[in-house]
């Protein structure tokens, strides 16, 4: 299984980026970026899954259609990652979906398998939280759009993580494979990857994921750089360390087996002792690189 996959090798069909369950080896997450030129328009049926619809660049309207009716939500999106939190909806599984763009742009469909069948929602960029997470340069910054207490899935969880140049984040790395009541969930992951250039050089990062005992021992160093993408069945991830002079942007995604929706982890326990250092160290002044409309970052 290769579990490290550069821009163009997860693409399928219509799709960049084509992660489906079957494919990762896995039964829950998934995760589908597309491409939309000017005018253009994509149509999916989210068949047993739940997804999100989340502009990474530009901005559509999404169209979703079941047995009971239609609802249209008019997402504004954004002109990159790097530049604004974004608005985003909420498909539910058994229903079809026409996304369209005007003005062209790029789209994350973010996605889990799931039983209940939630109503279909516009997530406006005002309720995102911006959360800092640790300090020096284990500084980044975390959009919890799809975070677990924040928004309600029936099992998806997705979050977007930007780090900067020359920083480390998923650090210390962590592992949520195991089901350990309180202490740990068991959840697959994704990492998409996009990177900021200088002066016309594309940026680029490093991705590691170390064996934890469990699963498939999943074992991943890898370079990474746009359009890439790292699964992670089981294992301890990180860190991400995004090279000097280029922010760093990934989403995450995931979703598992348990009967709670939770994002519960644990710590390698060789670098453990780093968050106790992060209260005597100021959170790198690059950041928040931007926050919601009307909100402070927490």
Not at 65 to 86: I, W, Y
Not at 197 to 212: C, I, K, N
Not at 223 to 243: C, K, N, Q, T, Y
Not at 271 to 287: F, K, M, N, S, Y
Request: net charge negative; charged share 20%; with cysteine.
């Amino acid at each position: 299984m290769t579990y490290h996959l550069p821009a163009g090798k997860a693409a399928a069909g219509p799709y960049a980026v084509d992660v489906t369950p079957e494919r990762a080896g896995w039964a829950h997450s998934a995760l589908r970026v597309l491409d939309l030129p000017p005018g253009g328009a994509h149509t999916f049926d989210s068949g047993d899954s739940e997804w999100i619809v989340l502009p990474l660049a530009g901005g559509c309207t999404v169209a979703v259609a079941d047995g009971s009716g239609r609802e249209t939500f008019e997402l504004t999106g954004r002109p990159d990652v790097f530049s604004g939190v974004s608005d985003f909806a909420y498909v539910p599984r058994d229903a079809r979906t026409t996304v369209t763009s005007p003005g062209g742009g790029r789209f994350a469909l973010t996605g889990a398998r799931c039983e209940r069948r939630l109503p279909a929602r516009y997530g406006p960029a005002s309720s995102v939280p911006v959360e800092l997470r640790g300090t020096g340069n284990c500084s980044r910054q975390v959009n919890n759009f799809g975070a677990a207490d924040v928004f309600d899935c029936d099992r998806l969880i997705a979050v977007e993580v930007i780090t900067p140049g020359g920083n480390w984040s998923s650090f210390p790395p962590h592992k949520h494979d195991e089901h350990r009541p309180g202490e740990e969930s068991v959840l697959e992951e994704i990492y998409y990857f996009e990177f900021a250039g200088h002066e016309g050089t594309p940026g680029l990062g490093y991705q590691r994921v170390s064996p934890s005992g469990r699963g498939r021992g999943t074992d991943v160093l890898a370079e990474v750089r746009d359009g890439d993408v790292v699964l992670i069945p089981d294992g301890w991830h990180g860190p991400s360390m995004a090279v000097p002079g280029h922010h760093m942007y990934y989403l995450n995604v995931m979703a598992g087996p348990g009967a709670e929706r939770a994002w519960l982890i644990c710590d390698h326990p060789d670098h453990a002792w780093i968050r106790d250092t992060w209260p005597g160290q100021p959170v790198d002044p690059r950041l928040p690189l931007y926050t919601a409309p009307g909100r402070s970052p927490r």
